[in-house]
């Protein structure tokens, strides 16, 4: 079952190790509500830069708005990453810190390597669920 409508699998489901979310209803820096909106491009950019290694999906909403143009990156049992401050030009980097988290032994996204965008975009980073369940009662 797919969680994620418009989940594009890039390949075998086995070959893939992180997801990227990205919110398609960001918009312009003005508000302006032109469409296709800088959300959605950047999600087809990213989609586009993407190999069978990478889930790219589409979301909406990740409630980030005053930092606009926001993905989130995924790994299962894994710590979640949410980045805003993001731009058009940053789908491959998306891609690369994907892969880059995906490659790593820890359940975190190695500081070292990471993009640039990653580094000042960085919103939050929230627990695996597993974390949570194994320390509660």
Not at 3 to 17: E, I, K, Q, S, T
Not at 51 to 75: F, M, Q, T, W, Y
């Amino acid at each position: 079952m797919n969680d994620f409508p418009g989940l594009d699998r890039g390949g075998a489901a086995n070959a893939v190790h992180a997801t990227i979310l990205v919110c398609v209803t960001c918009r312009q820096a003005d508000g302006a509500d032109a469409t296709p909106r800088p959300g959605q491009m950047l999600y087809e950019a990213t989609r586009a830069a993407a190999g069978p290694d990478v889930r790219v999906a589409p979301v909406e909403c990740l409630a980030n708005c005053k930092r606009r143009l926001s993905a989130a990156i995924l790994r299962t049992g894994a710590w979640s990453y949410v980045f805003g401050d993001l731009a058009l030009e940053n789908a491959a980097d998306l891609v690369s810190g994907a892969r880059l988290y995906a490659a790593a032994s820890e359940s975190v996204m190695p500081w070292r390597g990471r993009p640039d965008c990653l580094k000042r975009g960085l919103v939050s980073r929230l627990p695996p669920f597993d974390l949570l369940t194994e320390r509660t009662p």
